[in-house]
């Protein structure tokens, strides 16, 4: 199992809100930064928030990323159904020394 | 435009090697680090390990999953990363992509990958 702890799935109708919650502990997601990806099997992940609330360049604000703690939660405003995908949370831990992800979840649009 | 460009796919046998490629071109390559990930199939994205740039030593992490057979190198000249993979077990199938990072300290995030090259690892 992963060390971050995402749900499996998550669902809302279009244009909807939904939220994905990733939680871990002091040795990673407390004490380091957090991004998120969006993922279809088989493309390029794509960088959605880094330093835990920041977007890249083309990423539009309706996605926002928050941390409180040991948890971090990535934020969808006004659903698209090109928003179908696998949403992935990582950070570094430093008990493995090493890149750790959450197991992933797939949002599903009603 | 920057572009990762994964390549050396393909059925290998268990026990046996196989080096991935990690063709770049759009920025200055020397300057990033570089990751390897993989997705096995019907499972979530994992870290296999990272490269720093050489202003931070060209150092090396794995996962400990893959720690002791694979080997993460670069070459700056010609703007490529490898992953080399030995011992290569059935549990090393997956979809494996690189990635570029996206800063230069531990946690930062990655900002542009490939698209993805296969390994399938068959008795």
């Known amino acids: 199992q992963s060390v971050l702890t995402q749900p499996p799935s998550v669902s809302a109708a279009p244009g909807q809100k939904v939220t994905i919650s990733c939680s871990g502990s002091s040795s990673n997601i407390e004490n380091y930064y957090v991004s998120w990806y969006l993922h279809l099997p088989g493309t390029a992940p794509k960088l959605l928030i880094y330093e835990n609330n920041k977007r890249p360049s083309g990423i539009p604000d309706r996605f926002s990323g928050s941390k409180s703690g040991t948890s971090v939660t990535l934020g969808i405003t006004g659903l698209q159904t090109g928003d179908e995908a696998d949403y992935y949370c990582?950070?570094?831990?430093?008990?493995?020394?090493?890149?750790?992800f959450g197991g992933g979840t797939q949002l599903t649009l009603l | 435009e920057v572009q990762l460009v994964e390549s050396g796919g393909g059925l290998v046998q268990t026990g046996r090697s196989r080096r991935l490629t990690c063709s770049t071109s759009g920025f200055r390559f020397a300057l990033y680090g570089m990751s390897w990930f993989r997705q096995a199939p019907g499972k979530g994205l994992e870290w296999v390990g990272l490269i720093r740039s050489n202003d931070y030593g060209g150092t090396t992490e794995y996962a400990a999953s893959v720690k002791g057979r694979f080997t993460i190198s670069r070459d700056d000249s010609k703007s490529v990363a490898y992953l080399q993979m030995n011992s290569l077990k059935t549990e090393d199938t997956a979809m494996y992509y690189c990635g570029r990072e996206y800063g230069d300290y531990e946690g930062c995030a990655f900002d542009f990958w490939g698209q993805g090259t296969m390994i399938t690892v068959s008795s």
């Open positions: 990582a950070t570094w831990d430093n008990s493995l020394n090493a890149v750790v």
